[in-house]
């Protein structure tokens, strides 16, 4: 009986960091007003930009791009409805499904590319839910059997609490099949309809009707306090995000980065200038006028095809493959802190060297050497 409480309590930890986490990931974003802006380097936009070039559904993600804020939003209160659901443990198999479908998303987007698979969080999230979609909330600290409690009371029908029968009772009571027969009914054939333990479908009229009554008032029930609950998480949800903008009331961010080379370089990867010609030897990637100080351009590195950035901090070039080490999204040019974003897990890099300046990526970014000639271009080396 002590294993059987146990195993009562066993998933309620989990249930509570899932629900904390998944709360404050949907509010995190709400308060976040450059989660929403399309030109900040850690917006949904980006994010969306820089899975399109990584992801196996980067078909998909280049069609949604235009639907960025939209999609932001949805997915921050999706965050922020399952957290609350499995945090109370209302709906739970209904949230604990909605959960595995996000983390799987994200798992196919952002994290595709973890190296070891298990250093990207989503995949471990997905098989996390697993648990609550199977058994639900459990008994405690859970509105659902608060609710099945009462809705039961109501009826007159006794509480759905669980119980542990050992097997060999379930044997004696219910019989062993034997050759088609039941040993427990002295040779006659098995059938669940005499056994106590296993009334199931073939269990006596007058119970079915109460069963089927206990099951629509407890959906009732169930979806009167969900609504009150979905409501109220709607009006926390857009009381944070306006507090967000209160707080973080500073201009929208300008574009710090610009594709170079007109078309872009991966237009013209090849375009080389020949020594002895007054110039620099190497892969035209622009004017250096195009990437003032404080700015950054975006290329195509004609070596691999990976997405390139360029960075101008105060007169001085530095260029980097933009595929961040984590999971490959491409890093941005964030001139607010002069530092090198990820948009998906939130990785920073020094503009100067490249290194890991908070991860989770593992190192830093790779460097390519860049110059600028005498014609004022810049070259790739
Ligand atoms: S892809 Fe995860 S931090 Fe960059």
Redesign the pocket.
Known sequence: MRAWTLAEWALVPLRIFLGVTFIFAGLQKLANPNFFRALSPISIQAQLIASSHTSPMRLLLTHLIPFAKPIGVVISLAELAIGVGVLVGLWTRIAAVGGAVLSLSLFLT?SFHASPYFTGADIVFFFAWLPFIVAGAGSWLSLDAWIARRVAKQEGVAAPELVPVPFATVQTLCGKYNKGTCTARHGLACDAAVCPVLLGNRAPIATRVAIDSVDRRTLVVGGTIAAGVGVATLLLGGAVADAGRMINHAAPPKSASKQLGGGGVSDSPTTTVPTGAGTTPGILLGAAKDVPSGYAGTFTVPSTGDPGIVVNAQGTFYAYDAV?P????AVSYAPSNNLLV?P????EFQVATGAVIVG??PHGLAKLKVIEGSNGNLYLQ
Request: proline share 8%; net charge neutral; with cysteine.
């Open positions: 952002v961040c984590h999971a490959g999204c990820c998906c897990h939130g990785s989770p990526s």
